[in-house]
């Protein structure tokens, strides 16, 4: 499709695709930039290329990530298609889903989980930071395939204002049934933010990709 989020920029950091043994590939979250996601290059490990694509004018869709699934198009369709845009651009640099890991917070969080739940297959890794899938309560979860032991993490709050529990418990439930090997953190009173524990998790995510890549 040609969205609002196609031919906008790509923000990179880290290695060369030439060069990297893995690939993160970051979504940020409503009012953010693509550029802000970069600072997650200067916490993880070296050998590896950043990509952050842009979202026009900052949001990847403009209602609550609960609302019904048409009130967030055409930006949900058209921001699962960046993602895959971005996806084509790093395996034509020769770097494989299965050594890409797929990073969101906030709305790119819940971006990035739908995306991995529709297209399933080996990913390097995915973490879902403050997000879940989306859709209302009553949003059919009959996705198809398997995640093949693809290593999942959603960290959140206990009292997020924006993603309730019961969604990441209902996320979480739904990559384990397509095979997924998920992590799921609760944190107490944290907030809507990044903490230390969830960027230990991504960088142990990274560092396994970057040792052997077979994971």
């Known amino acids: 499709m040609d969205g609002p989020h196609q031919h906008q920029p790509l923000a990179t950091a880290g290695a060369t695709p030439e060069d990297a043994k893995a690939a993160v590939l970051l979504l940020h979250g409503r009012g953010a930039t693509a550029q ?13 290329v950043y990509l952050a694509p842009q979202a026009a004018r900052n949001t990847w869709y403009p209602n609550s990530f609960l609302a019904p699934i048409e009130q967030n198009e055409p930006g949900l369709s058209s921001g699962l298609q960046a993602i895959n845009d971005v996806l084509d651009e790093i395996a034509d640099a020769g770097i494989g889903p299965e050594h890409t890991l797929l990073l969101g917070f906030s709305q790119g969080g819940c971006l990035t989980a739908e995306f991995v739940a529709r297209n399933t297959q080996r990913y390097g890794g995915v973490a879902v930071l403050s997000g879940g899938l989306i859709g209302p309560e009553d949003t059919s979860r009959d996705y198809e395939g398997s995640l093949s032991d693809t290593p999942v993490f959603l960290g959140c709050s206990d ?45 142990d995510l990274l560092n396994r990709l970057t040792k052997d890549g077979s994971e």
């Open 36 to 48: 802000s996601m970069l600072q997650f290059a200067e916490r993880f490990t070296d050998s590896v």
């Open 159 to 203: 009292d997020d204002p924006h993603v309730p529990q019961e969604r990441v418990h209902e996320s979480t439930d739904v990559f384990k049934d397509l095979g997924g090997d998920v992590t799921e953190r609760i944190y107490e009173g944290m907030g809507h933010t990044v903490n230390e524990d969830e960027l230990r998790v991504v960088t």
